[in-house]
């Protein structure tokens, strides 16, 4: 018998995931919103995790399917909370199911319509940050939950302009019958005790920062773009291919926009110091005659297992410089990254075939939206305001409304996963409370 | 002489900096001198006193301010070079034409030193309108625009435009007198304050409500240093553009060449107007403008800004205009269009030196708009 009253978890990456399962591992009813087709986040866009180096798929997958399959979690993807009224104990949420275009009962997610699809290959894939193109009917990436397909809205030929040739390719295709382009928008209303806010971060767009090429030369790409190259199910099945060619002088320059109130990102991101280590590991893996630089202000691995890892990619013949480059132009087939090396005192070029942008970590830019919705506040830097920042780090000003992950500010996997089970055990004793005053 | 660090440290607040070495980086004039802005930077921080004359490179910043744009913690490294430069100018031990410029500047209102007098010989018998007579748009010339023989086309050529458009404008005359953008980057803040307040009683006495300029380098500091309240400051570009989208300026020749474009410090970097110049050259007929690898935020200072028309800084072989016109060329382009006085002098006589001319020309865009006409 599940217990009530229920929880309503907003986000479907690892914080959301994370305290999904707490909870509903304690016999509350969660239901669990996630914008996108699939849960999975940021994380599962990740190739490896520091300092560990463990397949970021390979050990998120299983609590996907996890809250997939759990009887207390009812999983709303494809879908947003549009409205919050009432208070703790007593929430009432309105979620809007988008249409998918796809009756997720009949899909068996066997992928044929998105074969037969008229725009195959033209459609940027958002996850795969835009490195491929895929279909208009699409599932996000080959592990998504649920594994069924979705229409997107802004790229099919019918959608956007009422007609996609003589027939429906993809309803041909379907041997389920599954396509639907009858499907509408649908309002659902919840009644939830407690709400947990895990909506993630957005990373800064590197133009803000000119000086770097990004937008101008195809070897200048971030972070998030080098994880979906490097990773072993990603669209070059992690091979390090620059303009169809293994790079030998890679360049990775951290802070790119942190650290700098111009951009109004004054904060340090926290995680691009070890993310840049695992990278640097990554290509000396997988290149072994790379010539690796890594230019820094600061170093900060402060984690567990975190100096320990920057001391082995140090002794894996990875250049630490530093210096924050000032500039990337062009010169002949090479790039060029002008910096100067404070330690030498004096300027420097270094060639590069690839240069990877350790971009900051923002506020998702609805950020003030879903604070708008919930009564939250915003601190300075943007980010939900936590209710006391020692002491009560999960909580807010809006009792029973609590935050879990990069939401509240930037925090690598384990310090997200240690936020989402302290905001599963706040929820927890809000639901516990309601339930014991709630009449039998 | 020996100056003490702290007090400079604190007034310009240094103690932000962490030394991440970004301004020297990117600094223009880093990559052939010894001028190393971090590390002056750090000097000033930790030791109690820096000896000014024993660092002569002081005068090879040009205040191109790409170290002031860059800067992730608000320092405005270039700004500490203008304060020591101020020291030098007081103890007078400045190079000798500096000093000619700044007398020249103090006595007859220019850097040239030639008679105030003869400030208006660019007009060449075409009457424009005295602005103290009143009007709507007060055009201040500069002083290289109104004495420098190459660069006496560019007003003339924007006499025309304005008049073609309609403006009711006028100019100061020989009352008109050097801005003082280059003075105080030269470190002579007395001097510059005079200039601020009597060019800017001059120029609210006009009435006018707004104010252009042919050089981004006046345009600079009257944007941002005059305190011109109620006046809308612009750049010739940013008006040009203007009257061309409205439909007041229109083209009736085509000018069939293949143009490459560089940004001026003082208009790009500094002060953000990188499309208005290129909106004017893709408006006129028969401009193909390509673009140099480095363009925009990423141009490449020519090393005519801070003062350092009237001095050589300490790496004379080495010019970075020599390697700019050299990228210009690798475009295939035929013209090489700037839209500053001192970028054309300093690109021109690069063109010659490198050998380029038969298939470079340097031309402001105000002469292209001018052919085209």
Redo the contacts between chains.
């Keep these: 018998m599940v217990r009530e009253p229920a929880a309503l978890v907003i986000g479907g990456g690892i914080a959301g995931i994370q305290a999904a399962l707490d909870i509903a591992d304690a016999g509350y009813q969660v239901y669990l919103v996630e914008r996108e087709p699939s849960v999975g986040g940021r994380m599962a866009q990740l190739d490896k995790t520091f300092p560990t180096l463990d397949c970021s798929s390979c050990i998120l997958t299983p609590k996907m399917v996890d809250v997939g399959n759990h009887p207390n979690i009812e999983l709303m993807t494809y879908s947003e909370v549009v409205a919050v009224e009432g208070g703790v104990g007593a929430f009432h949420a309105t979620v809007k199911k988008k249409p998918r275009y796809v009756d997720v009962d009949k899909c068996t997610g066997c992928g044929l319509c998105a074969a037969a699809c008229r725009m195959k290959g033209r459609v940027v894939s958002r996850f795969d940050e835009g490195i491929v193109k895929r279909s208009a009917i699409y599932v996000p990436f080959p592990q998504a939950v649920p594994l069924k397909y979705t229409v997107d809205p802004t790229a099919c030929l019918y959608l956007t302009r009422g007609v996609c040739g003589k027939t429906f390719k993809c309803k041909d295709a379907c041997p389920a019958d599954a396509i639907d382009f009858e499907q509408r928008e649908e309002l659902v209303d919840l009644e939830v005790g407690a709400i947990i806010v895990a909506t993630g971060f957005d990373l800064i767009d590197p133009r803000t920062k000119p000086e770097f090429g990004y937008g101008v030369y195809p070897e200048v790409m971030t972070g998030i773009e080098f994880e979906r190259l490097s990773s072993a199910s990603g669209p070059t099945m992690g091979k390090i291919i620059v303009n169809g060619k293994e790079p030998k002088d890679v360049v990775f320059i951290k802070c790119v926009g942190s650290r700098d109130p111009h951009t109004g990102v004054p904060y340090c991101s926290r995680i691009c110091c070890m993310y840049t280590a695992k990278h640097a590991h990554l290509v000396r893996d997988k290149i072994p005659d790379a010539r690796i630089t890594v230019f820094y202000m600061d170093v900060r691995a402060f984690g567990k297992g975190y100096e320990e890892f920057y001391d082995r990619v140090k002794h894996e013949r990875v250049i630490y410089r530093r210096g924050e480059p000032a500039e990337v132009y062009r010169r002949g087939d090479k790039l060029v990254v002008l910096a100067e090396d404070t330690l030498l005192g004096k300027p420097i070029e270094v060639e590069a075939d690839l240069v990877v942008l350790a971009t900051a970590v923002v506020p998702r830019t609805d950020a003030s939206e879903v604070a708008a919705l919930l009564g939250l506040e915003c601190s300075p830097d943007g980010f939900f305001q936590e209710a006391h920042p020692k002491l009560r780090p999960v909580s807010t000003s809006v009792d029973g409304v609590f935050l879990a992950g990069c939401c509240q500010g930037p925090k690598d996997i384990p310090d997200t996963v240690a936020q989402a089970k302290a905001a599963a055990s706040s929820a927890l004793v809000v639901l516990a409370q309601c339930e014991e005053t709630s009449p039998a | 002489m020996a100056l003490k660090t702290e007090p400079m440290a604190e007034q310009l607040e240094l103690f932000g900096c962490?030394?991440?070495?970004?301004?020297?980086?990117?600094?223009p004039v880093?990559?052939k001198t010894v001028l190393?802005m971090?590390?002056l930077i750090y000097h000033m921080l930790v030791e109690p006193e820096l000896d000014v004359y024993a660092h002569p490179e002081l005068w090879d910043c040009t205040c191109c301010f790409?170290c002031v744009e860059?800067c992730?913690?608000?320092v405005r490294p270039a700004e500490l070079i203008i304060s020591l430069r101020g020291q030098l100018v007081e103890s007078g031990r400045i190079p000798e034409t500096v000093g000619a410029a700044l007398m020249g500047i103090f006595r007859q209102g220019n850097p040239t030193g030639i008679a105030r007098e003869d400030r208006t010989a660019w007009v060449n018998g075409t009457p424009v309108k005295a602005a103290q007579e009143g009007c709507e748009m007060l055009y201040f010339v500069g002083c290289i625009p109104s004495y420098d023989p190459r660069v006496q086309v560019v007003p003339r050529a924007l006499v025309r435009a304005f008049t073609a458009a309609g403006l009711d404008f006028g100019i100061l005359g020989t009352e008109e007198s050097c801005c003082g953008n280059e003075v105080r980057r030269m470190g002579e803040v007395g001097l510059f304050e005079m200039l601020v307040e009597e060019n800017g009683e001059l120029i609210r006495s006009v009435g006018a409500s707004r104010l252009v300029t042919t050089s981004p380098h006046c345009f600079n500091t009257f944007r941002n240093e005059y305190g011109l309240d109620g006046i809308e400051v612009l750049h010739y570009t940013q008006l040009i553009a203007e009257l061309i989208e409205q439909g007041r300026l229109g083209f009736s020749n085509e000018v069939k060449k293949r143009v490459t474009y560089h940004d001026p410090c003082f208009l790009g970097k500094q002060n953000h107007i990188f499309d208005e110049p290129r909106a004017i050259l893709k408006a006129i007929p028969g401009v193909k403008l390509v673009e140099m690898?480095?363009n925009?935020?990423?141009s490449l200072c020519c090393e005519g800004g801070g003062g350092r028309m009237w001095v050589e800084g300490t790496n004379l072989e080495e010019r970075l205009a020599f390697q700019r016109v050299q990228e210009a060329a690798e475009t295939g382009a035929e013209i090489l269009a700037v839209a500053c006085p001192f970028c054309l002098l300093t690109l021109e006589d690069a063109v010659k030196v490198q050998g380029l001319d038969e298939r470079l020309q340097v031309m402001d865009i105000m002469e292209l708009v001018d052919l085209a006409l």
């Design positions: 962490i030394q991440c070495g970004k301004c020297t980086g990117g600094c880093a990559r190393n971090r590390s790409t860059r992730p913690k608000d690898d480095r925009r935020e990423r």
